[in-house]
């Protein structure tokens, strides 16, 4: 296992999302001649605001916070203390469409006694979560994290919650819900099953919105 202190970069970052497909990380500087539309583009303006911050979701009445405090990866899941059930099926959308009809179920990442896939390492974020005055969309205190995206690699694939340390603590059938009251906190841990060759240029995101933190 490698643990790492996080350097988190808050940036303003434009990221322009179509369908999926083949990506690429600067179409700018594409001399192919030819330009697939269906990529995903990061667009990096190097404008750093500030370092380890609270950022908002901006998909929530009121204010709710996250604050990343570092993350670890993992070769294998008995290294994190978890096991297969433990995991989710990410839904994970890959650049390639050859790699994502390799992994659709969670036996295609992982072997029985824990070891992933040789492709694959798992990250788990440590977060703050903060409810200043959020209202959640169908119950007052309950909220998730299944748009809290990763997205990384030359050609840029997006990788989805596949652990959450609260799972299904309010509702069975939701197992990304969590309830935290109004001016409550609590520090969770959220996973992410990612390709080895997309750890190094790696951010996150919620759904659509501007990244918030960088992963280096």
Same mark, same amino acid.
């Given at each position: 296992m490698r643990r790492k202190k996080i350097y988190i970069t808050v940036m303003v970052l434009a990221i322009t999302l179509a369908a999926c497909?083949? &990506? !690429?990380? *600067? %179409?700018?500087n594409d001399t192919s001649g030819s330009v697939d539309e269906r990529k995903i583009v990061i667009n990096d303006t190097e404008k750093i605001i500030s370092k380890n911050i609270e950022f908002n979701d901006p998909f929530v009445n009121g204010t709710l916070t996250y604050k990343l405090n570092g993350y670890s990866i993992y070769d294998n899941l008995n290294e994190a203390g978890l096991t297969e059930g433990d995991i989710m099926e990410p839904h994970n959308t890959f650049y390639s469409q050859e790699i994502g009809e390799q992994f659709q179920k969670i036996d295609d990442y992982m072997k029985q006694d824990g070891t992933l896939n040789e492709k694959f /390492? %798992? #990250? #788990? %974020? *440590?977060? &703050? #979560? /903060?409810n200043v005055n959020a209202v959640g969309m169908t119950k007052k205190n309950e909220f998730t994290v299944s748009n809290i995206a990763l997205r990384g690699g030359e050609n840029v694939s997006q990788y989805n919650v596949a652990y959450f340390s609260e799972r299904a603590s309010v509702n !069975?059938?939701?197992p990304l819900h969590y309830s935290l009251e109004q001016g409550d906190s609590n520090d969770v841990k959220i996973g992410y099953l990612i390709l080895k060759d997309d750890m190094e240029n790696m951010v996150g995101v919620i759904s659509d919105s501007d990244i918030q933190f960088m992963i280096r």
């Amino acid at each position: 296992m490698r643990r790492k202190k996080i350097y988190i970069t808050v940036m303003v970052l434009a990221i322009t999302l179509a369908a999926c497909g083949n &990506t !690429s990380k *600067d %179409l700018q500087n594409d001399t192919s001649g030819s330009v697939d539309e269906r990529k995903i583009v990061i667009n990096d303006t190097e404008k750093i605001i500030s370092k380890n911050i609270e950022f908002n979701d901006p998909f929530v009445n009121g204010t709710l916070t996250y604050k990343l405090n570092g993350y670890s990866i993992y070769d294998n899941l008995n290294e994190a203390g978890l096991t297969e059930g433990d995991i989710m099926e990410p839904h994970n959308t890959f650049y390639s469409q050859e790699i994502g009809e390799q992994f659709q179920k969670i036996d295609d990442y992982m072997k029985q006694d824990g070891t992933l896939n040789e492709k694959f /390492k %798992l #990250i #788990i %974020l *440590d977060m &703050t #979560i /903060k409810n200043v005055n959020a209202v959640g969309m169908t119950k007052k205190n309950e909220f998730t994290v299944s748009n809290i995206a990763l997205r990384g690699g030359e050609n840029v694939s997006q990788y989805n919650v596949a652990y959450f340390s609260e799972r299904a603590s309010v509702n !069975s059938e939701q197992p990304l819900h969590y309830s935290l009251e109004q001016g409550d906190s609590n520090d969770v841990k959220i996973g992410y099953l990612i390709l080895k060759d997309d750890m190094e240029n790696m951010v996150g995101v919620i759904s659509d919105s501007d990244i918030q933190f960088m992963i280096r």
